[in-house]
C-alpha cells in the first residue's frame, strides 16, 4: 500500500495542541481571527459567500509530498492514455460501457496531457494510506484561492503552536501566484509557436463564477488580455470564432459544468472548441468523457482497461483506486478476486459501498450506504440503472480537529488530501475537512491550509 503514516502521525499530533491552544486561550484566538481577516481582505469566495478556510493546517512532510505527487502524476498518465483511446478510430465495448456514445472524438489536437490542468481527489485513510477517489479533469475548484490561503495562514496566522518551523514546501501553487496562468500560456506557445495574446476565462449562465476574476487577473498580470464570457455568447460562422464584442479568441480557460455542455445554447461554443478556432483547457473530450466518474471505474475494472496499464502500473492501481464498477445489472470481478452478481453485492454490502452519479460534481447525489438505511439504499441503487453511477467501496478518511471560520467552534472533520496537476506535473496540495462525510467545500466543508513540516515537528 501506498502509507502516508508520517503524515497521520503529525496531524494527530496537531490535534493535540490545537485543544490545548484553545483551552489556554479560552476558546479565541487572536491568530485565528487576524488570519480570517486576512482571508476576507483577499477577497476568497465560493458561490457569492466567504470562502471558507480554517486556520488549522494540515501538515505534510517533505517525503509525503514527493509520494502524492508520484502517485497522482502516474493516474493523470493513464487518463491521458484512456483519452486516446476515446480520440482514436474505433470506441469499443468497453468505452461504450464506461463512457457511451463517443463524443468529440474528431476534436483537434491539443497539448498533451489532455487532463492538462486537473486535480486528484484523495484522502488518507485511518490505517494511513493513501486513496483517489477521483479524478477532476474539467474547471477544478481551488487552483487560485487554495494557493492564496496558504500564502496568507504563512504570512498572517503565527505558525503552529511554540513557534514550530514549517514551509510551503516548494509548492508552486503557493509560490508563485499566477501559476496556472503561466502553464496554460506555455501549454499554447509550446503547441502554436505563438503566444496567445487575447484569452479568456468561459462559464456559462453565471454557473461556477467563483475564482473566474482571478483567474482573468492573473492572466492579466503576465500580459494577455483578457475577459470572462459567457460561452453561449460565442459566435461562429464555420470559419472563426467571436466573442460579443467582435474579438477574436486565441486561448479559452473553461469553467463550464460539464453536463451544461450537452446545452442547444453552446452548440456554436462547442463546434468552435472541436475545430481548434481557440485553444481550449481542458478540450471538450476532457470535460464530457474523462471527467465522468466512470474514469475510475475504468481504472479498477479490468475487464474494461485491459492492455492500458503494465503489470507494475497494475499494482498500483489496486492500491490507490478503491475497487469501483459501473452499476449494471451484470456479474464482474469483486474487492478480493471472486466473481460477483453486482446488483446483489451492492444490495447486501451497503455498509462498505459509496454510490456516485458519473455526470456529477461538488458531492451532489452521493450517497454513503452506512449512512442511510436499508430502503433508501435500495432505492438508490434503482436509480442508479437509470442514470449512469458507479459504486464505490467506501473509504474512510483520517479526522482532525479544526476551528470552523467565524465562530471558532472546534470540530472532529473527515479530511481529504488531493493534489493539483497542471500539464502532467504536481504544482501543489489541497486539502478540506467537513463534518458532512462527503467531503465538499460545497458540502458544508472548509479548506484546510497545507503546509510543510518535519515528521518530528509535533513530538515534544
Not at 456554436?268 to 475510475?296: I, R, Y
Request: aromatic content about 6%; glycine content about 10%; charged content about 25%.
Amino acid at each position: 500500500m501506498v502509507r502516508l503514516q508520517d503524515v497521520r502521525e503529525l496531524n494527530a499530533c496537531l490535534d493535540a495542541e490545537v485543544l490545548r491552544t484553545c483551552q489556554a486561550a479560552g476558546g479565541t484566538s487572536a491568530a485565528r481571527c487576524g488570519f480570517e481577516r486576512e482571508v476576507q481582505r483577499a477577497g476568497l469566495t465560493h458561490e457569492a459567500r466567504p470562502y471558507p478556510v480554517s486556520a488549522r493546517p494540515y501538515l505534510v512532510t517533505a517525503a509525503s509530498m514527493r509520494l502524492v505527487a508520484q502517485v497522482c502524476e502516474a493516474a493523470v498518465d493513464w487518463v491521458d492514455r484512456i483519452a486516446g483511446l476515446l480520440q482514436g478510430t474505433t470506441h469499443g465495448r468497453q468505452l461504450e460501457t464506461a463512457y457511451g456514445p463517443a463524443m468529440f472524438r474528431d476534436e483537434a489536437p491539443r497539448p498533451r496531457p489532455t487532463p492538462y490542468i486537473c486535480r486528484v481527489d484523495g484522502m488518507v485513510a485511518e490505517d494511513g494510506s493513501y486513496r483517489i477517489l477521483e479524478i477532476n479533469t474539467a474547471c477544478p475548484g481551488g487552483v487560485m484561492h487554495t494557493g492564496t490561503a496558504t500564502r496568507l495562514w504563512l504570512e498572517h496566522s503565527g505558525g503552529l503552536p511554540g513557534g514550530r518551523e514549517v514551509t510551503a514546501g516548494g509548492q508552486e501553487i503557493i509560490l508563485d501566484p499566477a501559476c496556472l496562468q503561466r502553464q496554460l500560456l506555455a501549454g499554447y506557445k509550446r503547441f502554436t509557436q505563438s503566444a496567445a495574446s487575447t484569452v479568456g476565462v468561459v462559464n456559462f449562465s453565471g454557473r461556477l463564477s467563483h475564482e473566474a476574476d482571478a483567474i482573468r487577473r492573473g492572466f492579466e498580470e503576465l500580459g494577455a488580455a483578457a475577459e470572462i464570457i459567457d460561452a453561449a455568447s460565442l459566435r461562429y460562422d464555420g470559419t472563426k470564432a467571436l466573442t460579443g464584442p467582435g474579438r477574436a479568441i486565441d486561448l479559452l480557460y473553461s469553467k463550464i459544468y460539464p453536463p451544461d455542455l450537452a446545452d442547444p445554447g453552446l452548440a456554436d461554443f462547442c463546434d468552435a472548441a472541436a475545430h481548434g478556432k481557440f485553444m481550449l483547457f481542458n478540450p471538450l473530450v476532457a470535460q464530457w468523457h474523462l471527467e465522468s466518474k466512470a474514469t475510475l471505474a475504468f481504472l479498477s475494472d479490468e475487464s474494461l482497461s485491459t492492455g492500458l496499464l503494465a503489470p507494475g502500473e497494475r499494482d498500483l492501481a489496486r492500491e490507490i483506486v478503491p475497487w469501483t464498477r459501473i452499476v449494471a445489472d451484470c456479474r464482474t470481478g469483486g474487492p478480493v478476486g471472486d466473481h460477483i452478481d453486482l446488483l446483489d453485492y451492492i444490495d447486501a454490502n451497503r455498509e462498505h459501498l459509496v454510490l456516485k452519479p458519473c455526470q456529477s460534481m461538488r458531492g451532489d447525489g452521493v450517497c454513503i450506504g452506512d449512512n442511510v438505511p436499508p430502503g433508501q439504499w435500495r432505492d438508490a441503487i434503482r436509480s442508479a440503472l437509470h442514470r449512469p453511477h458507479v459504486v464505490q467501496q467506501r473509504v474512510r478518511s483520517q479526522c482532525v480537529i479544526a476551528a470552523r471560520p467565524r465562530s471558532g467552534e472546534l470540530r472532529r472533520m473527515r479530511t481529504g488530501l488531493d493534489c493539483f496537476i497542471f500539464s502532467g506535473r504536481s504544482v501543489g496540495l489541497h486539502a478540506r475537512a467537513s463534518e458532512n462525510d462527503v467531503i465538499n467545500i460545497a458540502q458544508h466543508g472548509m479548506l484546510l491550509p497545507v503546509a510543510c513540516a518535519a515528521a518530528d515537528t509535533m513530538r515534544d
